[in-house]
């Protein structure tokens, strides 16, 4: 579960999504309503502002992992982030970031599966229920962040991880009129240095790629 109250930029979000309805007053939604787009869907701005604060936004800030099954398929699966924020430096060279991501939140699109992996052969989450990855070190090339090194906490442990940038944007967004940063990052993990070893003896791989997709709004500090 996203825990909507704690985030900022969820609260915003939120009200957004209230308030439509209470604008049209007492009349019923339409069954088919005219969702236009707003004359520009999306003006670039540039990259982050420096010594910004961004605060992730929940509904775009998801972690994907893809894992080897039996050398023949990808099993794959996808966490939220219950809270996060980023901090850019005053001279816009690097910054920090601090994500919690829940880990009850996993999704496989298998029932069965989800059970599994939240089971103490893998992810454990009734004693480790959230995993969090901070970090003191981004790279930039130009306004665009390439690269993030920090630390990623699961199980209890807490091991070295460096995400690399995909893509990577700054928007103003047309909905609430704030700056957006964000992009795709991954990684390649080890998860036996984390402590789960279930299944490497018998065809479930100890690789595990990390692809992180986040959104962060640029809020008041």
């Known amino acids: 579960m996203i825990h909507m109250t704690k985030n900022?930029?969820?609260?915003?979000?939120l009200t957004l999504a209230c308030?439509?309805?209470?604008?049209?007053?007492?009349?019923?939604?339409?069954?088919?309503?005219?969702?236009?787009a707003p004359p520009m869907a999306m003006e670039p701005s540039g990259g982050p502002a420096k010594g910004a604060r961004y605060v992730i936004d929940p509904t775009h800030t998801f972690v994907n992992y893809e894992?080897?099954?039996?050398?023949t398929t990808t099993n794959r699966g996808r966490f939220s982030t219950s809270d996060g924020?980023?901090?850019?430096?005053?001279?816009?060279?690097?910054?920090?970031?601090?994500v919690t991501m829940d880990m009850?939140?996993?999704?496989?699109g298998v029932d069965l599966l989800n059970r599994?992996?939240?089971s103490k052969d893998f992810f454990n989450v009734a004693a480790f229920p959230t995993a969090r990855f901070r970090?003191?070190?981004?790279?930039?090339?130009?306004?665009?962040?390439?690269?993030?090194?920090g630390t990623l906490t699961m199980l209890g442990q807490t091991r070295p991880v460096v995400l690399k940038a995909s893509r990577f944007n700054c928007y103003m967004n047309p909905m609430f009129k704030r700056q957006v940063c964000g992009g795709d990052f991954e990684t390649t993990i080890e998860r036996s240095q984390w402590g789960m070893v279930w299944g490497l003896n018998f065809g479930f791989e100890d690789k595990v790629r990390l692809l992180v997709q986040v959104e962060a709004i640029n809020l008041p500090n």
């Open 19 to 36: 308030a439509w309805p209470l604008a049209a007053g007492a009349q019923a939604i339409p069954s088919a309503p005219d969702f236009t």
């Open 67 to 71: 894992i080897g099954h039996y050398g």
């Open 116 to 118: 599994h992996v939240q």
């Open 135 to 149: 970090a003191d070190q981004m790279a930039f090339a130009s306004d665009k962040v390439t690269q993030v090194s």
């Open 8 to 13: 900022p930029a969820a609260a915003l979000l």
């Open 104 to 108: 009850s939140s996993i999704n496989t």
């Open 85 to 98: 924020s980023v901090q850019i430096d005053p001279n816009g060279t690097t910054g920090s970031v601090d």
